[in-house]
């Protein structure tokens, strides 16, 4: 059983008006020696990482493969030990960046729970987060406040600690590294027609509070005449930050609760769940929208090439009979997930060019 905590609350001088900065404006307080340290938002992303992420996420598939080549991998970072801090539950993230380390030969401890931690005695996250750095050269934080992760990379920068943060979702605000999955699932999966550019993409459900949709709507800057589609119920909507974000990167997107008007015509259609997890009074949330569901009949609607993806878990938003159908990639876009977690890795560590050596 929980105990009642009273955590200790600690004033950082700086915090409050670093977090106030436009995510465009600070990106260089993330980067060390020319390379990103710390992941956080989908903003430090252009077109060229994203490529390479890519790239890379497919050599490191390949070479797992073979034994001689697996051998390899694990040993590009025995030397360096990763923490996963996951205090907001997780099974795929979770178990997907605990592979990709492995694969990459890293050591890892974990904590995925603040009830076994010191927490429990009143110390403040940004304490236990101090502590993990003392040990780790890599901490991955999954956590229910959005800027968590961000605050703790400002802390430790300032205090020029070199530990690499990874933000494994925060929050309603933004999850990074599964729009990187999502991104690699949507290149392989047109890479005989063209890639992403001029492509239109359906995100359907729980466009307010899903963080998955909100990071992976901040990378279509680096594509070329994308066309987003936001299907939601009305107190589902896409929030208006990344609405102006849109607008100001002149990103064409429509906002419809048509779901049936729209997935005939477009190149990927992205499930979500609703997040009932957010709502204000959860046992009042009822309602599963199920003009927002993708049903077995609507196989026979959508393009023959339109891919449909969810980043799992799911509740009723994908009948499962739609599984069986080659177009139905969210089992290998979690697959997807693993591979370029160890290629975003094995960049932060700068063992990205060993790898692709390989392939020279
Ligand atoms: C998502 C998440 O946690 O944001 N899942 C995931 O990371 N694969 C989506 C969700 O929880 O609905």
Redesign the pocket.
């Known amino acids: 059983m929980d105990e009642p905590k009273e955590v200790t609350i600690q004033n950082y001088k700086g915090w409050e008006d670093f977090y106030k900065i436009k995510k465009s404006e600070k990106l260089d307080f993330f980067i060390r020696k020319g390379r990103m340290l710390d992941i956080l938002f989908s903003q430090q992303f252009d077109r060229d990482f994203l490529n390479n992420m890519c790239q890379l996420a497919t050599q490191i598939r390949r070479m797992a493969l073979t034994k001689m080549g697996a051998r390899k991998l694990s040993g590009l970072l025995s030397h360096k030990r990763a923490m996963l801090y996951f205090v907001q539950p997780?099974t795929?993230?979770f178990i997907s960046f605990l592979n990709a380390c492995h694969i990459l030969g890293m050591k890892i401890s974990e904590i995925r729970g603040t009830s076994t931690s010191s927490e429990v005695k009143g110390e403040s996250q940004e304490d236990t987060i101090r502590t993990f750095a003392s040990y780790v050269n890599l901490i991955i934080i999954r956590h229910p406040e959005a800027g968590f992760a961000e605050k703790t990379a400002w802390l430790l920068n300032q205090n020029k600690l070199p530990v690499a943060i990874i933000n494994g979702?925060s929050g309603p605000d933004q999850?990074p590294t599964?729009a990187l999955l999502d991104i690699y699932t949507l290149e392989r999966s047109f890479r005989n027609i063209g890639g992403m550019d001029g492509k239109k993409i359906a995100m359907v459900g729980d466009l307010k509070r899903?963080?998955?949709v909100r990071s992976l709507s901040y990378l279509m800057r680096n594509y070329k005449d994308v066309t987003l589609y936001f299907v939601a119920p009305e107190v589902f909507r896409m929030k208006d930050d990344i609405k102006s974000f849109l607008n100001k990167h002149n990103i064409e997107f429509h906002e419809t609760d048509d779901f049936a008007s729209v997935m005939q015509h477009v190149d990927a259609i992205y499930m979500?769940?609703i997040?009932k997890e957010y709502a204000e009074a959860p046992a009042e949330e009822t309602d599963v929208y199920p003009q927002f569901h993708f049903t077995k009949e609507h196989l026979s609607v959508i393009q023959s090439h339109c891919i449909i993806m969810h980043?799992?878990?799911r509740r009723y938003e994908i009948d499962v009979e739609v599984d069986k159908d080659p177009r139905a990639v969210y089992w290998k876009q979690?697959r997807n997930?693993m591979w370029m977690r160890a290629a975003l890795i094995s960049y932060l560590f700068g063992v990205d060019d060993e790898i692709a050596t390989e392939y020279r």
């Open positions: 997780s795929r993230t979702g999850h599964q899903g963080r998955t979500t769940r997040q980043p799992l878990p979690e997930g």
